[in-house]
């Protein structure tokens, strides 16, 4: 495909989409039907529906029996761990593969020109991008995604969670799965703006920004607090009605979703004429700047708290006269406390 069709390309090589991030119209103001009927079908494929059938299949053929998950001990947790391992692996793996390895679609629709494998950094264990983000993704990220499904499994088997059957409560169980995506943005966005504090995004957040340029394996490449906070999602499942299977999205949902944002290709090829969508602009901004797109644009909360980027002039403009007026706000803070210290010294 020729990406110059639905961007451009600067001199680094770096790739652009022509046209700027638009917010989902689900809380867009005023409400337009239209849009949001020709926005319905992206909003389940193919990502969301891929997810919810992960989460179907688990439950169909790996979760173990209730009577099994009553009880904690070694086996099924374990086993747990190695299944989503080998899926994590399977999954990352082949958007790796094909697009950095084999290198399938070339720089076509890449927002950074350079592979991370050209650019080595002393930020990375063994100042290598890929080998630091694999061995974060299954050393911690597995093991707490993996923690949370046990605690959430084992306490639903327990009676320790409201388990509502799907045959008893249809409606309110498919309005609950529709609402799966929307709760994992507000999660995600709050957890995102409190791990961006000074102190917790020197010890624990500046681990994931160290990919600047990321990769499908930067994708859960956190501190293990992060994982932990990140996955917490699931835990809003052991508190309102619920069911183990609409869960297990939600994990799925913040394990297999954190793929698209951070392949770093704005679309994915699917043979010569045929692309997928990676939604992925509004979270490789975030890389870029640090200091927007806290969420996706599923819900507008960046738009509400003033750190909406939509990669136009415009967006541009407006963060960067936050920023001034951010360092404007420090050095005048910075004169005051000089000329209290002053007066100090005199007095």
């Known amino acids: 495909m020729d990406d110059l069709k639905f961007g451009k390309r600067n001199k ?6 022509s046209e700027p991030v638009a917010l989902a119209p689900l809380f867009r103001l005023p409400f337009s039907l239209k849009a949001f009927l020709a926005w319905l079908p992206h909003y389940f494929l193919p990502w969301n529906a891929l997810f ?6 688990y439950w169909a053929w790996i979760i173990p029996p209730v009577e099994t998950m009553q009880t904690l001990s070694w086996g099924w947790p374990l086993y747990l761990y190695a299944v989503n391992a080998v899926a994590t692996f399977l999954f990352y793996g082949a958007f790796e593969l094909q697009l950095y390895v084999l290198k399938r679609q070339e720089r076509r629709f890449k927002y950074n020109g350079k592979f991370p494998a050209e650019q080595k950094s002393k930020a990375f264990w063994f100042e290598s991008q890929n080998l630091d983000n694999i061995l974060r993704t299954f050393l911690s990220g597995v093991t707490i995604w993996t923690a949370c499904e046990i605690v959430v499994l084992w306490a639903f088997a327990n009676g320790y969670a409201p388990w509502l059957a799907f045959a008893d409560h249809p409606v309110y169980l498919a309005a609950l799965a529709l609402m799966v995506p929307i ?4 999660h995600f966005f709050c957890v995102h703006r409190l791990i961006h504090t000074p102190f917790l995004y ?6 994931h920004h160290n990919s600047v340029n990321p990769s499908p394996w930067s994708s859960l490449s956190m501190h293990p607090v992060e994982h932990l906070l990140y996955f917490a999602t699931v835990f809003y499942h052991l508190v309102i009605p619920s069911n183990p299977i609409l869960a297990l999205y939600q994990l799925h949902y913040a394990a297999f979703g954190a793929i698209p944002g951070h392949v770093g290709f704005d679309k994915v090829e699917v043979g010569e004429e045929h692309a997928v969508d990676s939604h992925a602009y509004a979270h490789y901004l975030h890389h870029k700047y640090f200091e927007v797109n806290y969420g996706d644009a599923l819900i507008p909360l960046d738009k509400w708290f003033g750190t909406w980027h939509d990669g136009s002039p415009e967006g541009e403009a407006r963060m960067n ?4 007026r951010r360092k404007e706000k420090l050095a005048a803070a910075e004169a005051a406390k000089a000329d209290r210290a002053g007066q100090a010294a005199n007095s």
């Open 183 to 186: 709760i994992h943005e507000f």
């Open 321 to 324: 006269e936050r920023y001034r």
């Open 52 to 57: 919810a059938l992960s989460a179907v299949a």
């Open 202 to 207: 020197k010890w624990v957040h500046s681990v």
């Open 12 to 17: 680094r090589g770096d790739w652009a989409p």
